[in-house]
């Protein structure tokens, strides 16, 4: 089931990308800014999953921990990468309802470019600072990870050394790093929801929410299985075994929600149906 789950994941953002580089009519702000996520969503996936249906099929369910760190190096990166295109796009959704006809002005290549580059570079720092950070702790024999990867607290919750530092890290610096673009996301929403009761035309406000429905519906998914997962009474734990909701809401946000956004903009967008269509005739 996650192997088919996984297929689907990497072949429907495969999809959206090459109709979005095949089809001119797809090169625009929000557009580039969808392949940008569908690119994140197939490594953000591909940092885990393979890990786990290696575990699933094969008895051996050790890893190194040089492996460990670059897993979870890259399951941090494109985890905070999506929240921040996803904050990047609310704001491109905001322009576009709030000031239409200076859109085109304001979203000008050169700025999609610096937004998707400040992105880039800001998940991959705050990444390799708690990745780094790990590095300082002592490991001494083999130690069991009660996760189907290397989850951040629950490595630090098996070092034999004071990880309470790498802790307060993480709900400090984690927590600015997630909560500026999910609080983006939001202010931008309700300037929208703002603009929508201004607009006197029922079928116009119709259309203007239309454009946001899709984005929407992928933050409502992204972030309410992050929700449920690290925003726990405990955010470190003491190394015991994750319970199977806590699991199963990781594989919400690590495979569910990658594998559903291409249908989502794959089925709510016309723009994007005609592309598909011309892709594949």
Known sequence: ????????TIL?????????VYDQALHSPMYFFLSNLSLVDICFTSSTIPTLLSTLISDNRSL????????????????????????IM????????????????????SLCILLVAISWIA????????????TTLRYV???????????ISQVLSVADSDA?????????????SVGIPFLCIITSYGYILMALFQIHSTNGSQKA?????????????FYGTIISVYFRPSVGGSGGSVGVGERAATIGYTLLTPMLNPIIYGLRNEAMKKAMGKVFQ
């Open 1 to 8: 089931m996650f192997f088919i789950m996984y297929l689907i």
């Open 64 to 87: 190194s921990f040089p492996s460990c760190l670059s897993q979870m190096f890259s399951f941090i990166s494109f985890g905070n990468l999506e929240n921040n295109i996803l904050a």
């Open 209 to 221: 929410f239309s454009t946001c429905s899709s984005h929407l519906t992928t933050v409502c998914l």
């Open 141 to 151: 024999g083999l130690k069991k990870v009660y996760h189907f990867f290397c989850e």
């Open 12 to 20: 429907g953002n495969l999809i959206i990308l090459t109709c979005i």
């Open 123 to 134: 998940a991959c720092s705050h990444s390799l600072l708690h990745t780094l950070m790990l």
């Open 90 to 109: 609310a704001y491109d959704r905001y322009v576009a309802i709030c000031s239409p006809l200076r859109y085109t002005l304001k979203m000008k290549n």
């Open 164 to 176: 309470s530092l790498n802790f307060s890290l993480i709900i400090t610096e984690g927590a600015v």
